[in-house]
């Protein structure tokens, strides 16, 4: 059974920074492409950025030059580098990897 934990969100003032984790068990992420998304309220899920077995990354136009999606397939785990975060970066985001497993979710809130 596949299970992606999210982890690594919370309040952060604007400009400010934060990593969020992506934990996976289940299923051994190095043969698939892992993504982050994000939903905001009222908002449809929206791909924030995505990493593929290779390596190779793109990004929503919005979190371009400011986010950035790392894997580490030794220890299972998916990461996103969030800098100059933004009021309108506020959402939950979401782990996925390929075939549809999805994680729980976790709040990003940036306010001052």
């Known amino acids: 059974q596949v299970q992606l934990v999210e982890s690594g969100g919370g309040l952060v003032q604007p400009g400010g920074s934060l990593r969020l984790s992506c934990a996976a068990s289940g299923s051994v992420i190095s043969g698939y492409a892992m993504s982050w998304y994000r939903q905001a309220p009222g908002n449809q899920r929206e791909l924030v950025a995505r990493?593929?077995?290779?390596?190779?990354?793109n990004y929503a136009d919005s979190v371009k030059g400011r986010f950035t999606i790392s894997r580490d397939n030794g220890k299972n785990m998916v990461f996103l580098q969030m800098n100059s975060l933004k009021p309108e970066d506020t959402a939950v985001y979401y782990c996925?990897?390929?075939?549809?497993?999805w994680g729980q979710g976790t709040q990003v809130t940036v306010s001052s």
């Open positions: 990493i593929t077995t290779d390596g190779s990354t």
């Open positions: 996925k990897r390929a075939g549809g497993y």
